[in-house]
């Protein structure tokens, strides 16, 4: 044989032997969800670009309790940090009373239309073996001294059951007029993460509550127009404004009231309703850590 000719084809095949490993390695580097489409829906790939101009405060929980848009830290009553819906999630023990305390920037008191929304992660707890949770527990509260209630007072209601919760909205406009948000057998609520947003639309006068990015209640409210929240004090999470150390209002404990065990996180309020495609595409994205 011709040894120019042995020689080219030793060469030839070390040549197709290096090519074959280089697409081999191309290959073994492929990642094939580069490759894959944008996450997207009603045209959002990311909660932040719902409506992030109307976004007037957001409390994310992942480490710190500082809310982003205002930069006010939140004051700390015993909650700790917990696993999250997303990151981290602001924990609390309603054996060890705790809840968190925050002054509301002029954006949040000066609302006339809203969206609130947050995630919840609800312990059940029966201590008298009766079938119901132990009392109201409170959620969200913008406080006002004045009254009872607070301006806004959300709270998961007497005689909810394991299987199904029963969470109340109270909204109250000039101190004057006030009404309620009643959510029936709210299934999956207890032990386990569901998404809560409440909107007001000054336009329609209409509360709309939503569950997991779905509408269950809507209500016209006894006022028209803009809402008007007045003596407003600090926001309230896990308990309610009567139930703090000492009281937010003029008004004490109640032995039918209680604190909140469970997580909160991804508190979001924003100074316009959300429609309910907006309110699903939230909901969805955040479901998926975006």
Request: glycine residues 8%; hydrophobic residues 40%.
């Amino acid at each position: 044989m011709n040894n120019k000719r042995f020689t080219s084809s030793i060469r030839i095949c070390a040549c197709l032997s290096t090519l074959a490993i280089i697409a081999v390695a191309c290959y073994d580097e492929f990642d094939p969800a580069s490759y894959q489409p944008v996450f997207s829906i009603s045209g959002y790939t990311a909660s932040e670009e719902i409506q992030q101009e109307a976004l007037v405060a957001y409390w994310p929980f992942d480490g710190n309790l500082t809310e982003t848009v205002s930069g006010v830290e939140a004051e700390n009553s015993q909650t700790t940090f917990v696993n999250g819906f997303k990151g981290q999630a602001a924990g609390f023990n309603g054996n060890n009373p705790s809840y968190l305390l925050v002054e509301p920037s002029e954006a949040i008191i000066g609302l006339e239309s809203f969206t609130l929304s947050f995630w919840v992660n609800a312990t059940f707890v029966d201590a008298d073996a009766n079938g119901s949770n132990d009392g109201i527990l409170g959620l969200f509260a913008l406080s006002n001294p004045t009254r009872f209630w607070g301006n806004l007072e959300w709270f998961v209601e007497n005689d909810s059951k394991e299987t199904g919760a029963r969470l109340k909205v109270i909204v109250a406009h000039n101190s004057e007029l006030e009404t309620d948000v009643l959510v029936e057998n709210v299934q999956g609520f207890f032990d386990a993460w569901t998404n809560h947003t409440l909107t007001y639309d000054a336009t329609t006068s209409t509360l709309t509550y939503y569950v997991n990015g779905s509408p269950r209640v809507s209500k016209t409210t006894p006022w028209t127009g803009p809402v008007q929240f007045v003596n407003s004090g600090p926001i309230v999470m896990g308990t309610a404004q009567f139930q703090t150390t000492p009281s937010l209002t003029n008004h004490g404990p109640e032995p039918w009231a209680s604190h909140f065990t469970g997580s909160i996180d991804e508190v979001r309020i924003y100074n316009t309703a959300l429609t309910a495609e907006e309110i699903n595409a939230l909901t969805v994205l955040q479901g998926k850590g975006k």
